[in-house]
């Protein structure tokens, strides 16, 4: 495993959409495996593959119970909405008040190729849609007017 170099800021492979996953070979595997230590190293609860320069639809998530990988997801289902404090680790000290749904459901492939379901409520559905963006070349930062300056 090894930890990979976060695209940030105005990294044009932010902006690009990913694509599909189509063998999930050792490649897969040890991107799946860097991502989670990039993801821990820099103390986020989620990253996208194009966030460490690489277009496949491929993300990680961890809100606290675990990590969860998923591959070529895709939001079967939503519904609510709430506004709530979101930041990036690629935008290192930006946050901002976005408006996601308050659940939703993805369809994915597990790391062994496995379909199966994930439905997420509270800060698992922000996760999720955070990081399904980032598949699409979508940013936080396009679903708020107001960015606030953090510490960090």
Known sequence: MAIRIIRKNEDPVLREAAKPVKKINENVQKLIDDMLETMY???????????????KRVIVIDVGDGPIVLINPEIVESAGNKKGSEGCLSFPGLVGDVC???????????REGEEFCIEGKGLMARALQHEVDHLNGVVFLDHTDKVYKTKK
């Open 41 to 55: 190293d820099a103390e986020g609860v989620g990253l996208a593959a194009p966030q460490v320069g690489i277009l």
């Open 100 to 110: 996601r749904s308050e659940y939703v459901k993805v369809k994915a492939q597990n």
